[in-house]
């Protein structure tokens, strides 16, 4: 089956440490992307890539750093700069063939800062 | 800038009630609409979407069409169920910035009871 899919599902973070999300997909997508979600709200762009070797920040980049050394792969690595990173983290995937910019999500990872 | 606005919820409602969701949008050029919906602890899935004025997204008896007099994409179904209670987005697609980002709304939780 075709999908995306983020490990854990639950993480717990100490203070003052850095932890990296995993996002990987095998829908052969171009482009992949970070939100995070905080309770009540929308989701909010954190970084995006289109190609592989490149990225760009989204509306929340600050205190985050992301990779893209494979096209199926994006980890996110949240650092301890983020100054408040308990959150719900969403990543999704799109192709380039795809002109109505359909993104398509993983099930999400749940970081909690103890 | 391109924004959603959707209307607060939690909406409650009992089993066969008629929904309606209300969805409004300012953007430029000619965005993609979409309906996502998100189950507790889940990522997003793509429930429907619309590409041009006057289309018609539909899907599991869920209906929304591109209003682009009234800029609207209100989302519609004529009898709900308890399965149906969940979180529902309305997004649009910065069409101009040909990044494939999309803009959310902040979510409308849709509660069905028996």
């Known amino acids: 089956d075709g999908g995306i899919t983020q490990s854990p599902k639950y993480l717990f973070r100490k203070e003052g440490q850095n932890v990296t999300l995993s996002c990987e997909q095998n829908?052969?997508?171009?482009?992949m992307y970070w939100y995070r979600q905080d309770p009540g709200q929308g989701l909010r762009l954190i970084y995006y890539s289109q190609i592989v070797n490149d990225f760009q920040k989204g509306d929340i980049a600050e205190g985050y750093s992301v990779s893209r050394e494979k096209k199926e792969s994006f980890p996110l690595t949240v650092t301890s700069a983020q100054k408040n990173p308990t959150a719900f983290y969403l990543c999704a995937s799109r192709t380039s063939r795809d002109r109505t910019d359909t993104q398509y999500f993983g099930p999400g990872t749940r970081l909690t800062v103890l | 800038g391109n924004s959603v606005t959707q209307m607060e919820g939690p909406v409650t409602l009992s089993e066969e009630a008629f929904l309606t969701i209300n969805c409004t949008y300012t953007a430029t050029g000619y965005p993609s609409l979409f309906w996502y919906v998100q189950y507790p602890g889940e990522g997003l899935q793509l429930l429907l979407k619309a590409t041009k004025a006057d289309d018609k997204g539909s899907n599991k008896g869920f209906e929304a069409t591109y209003r682009k007099e009234t800029t609207s994409f209100h989302l519609e179904k004529g009898s709900v169920q308890v399965s149906d209670s969940a979180v529902y987005f309305c997004a649009l697609s910065r069409s101009s910035s040909n990044t494939g980002k999309l803009i959310f709304g902040q979510g409308t939780t849709l509660q069905v009871k028996p």
């Open positions: 829908l052969n997508h171009d482009a």
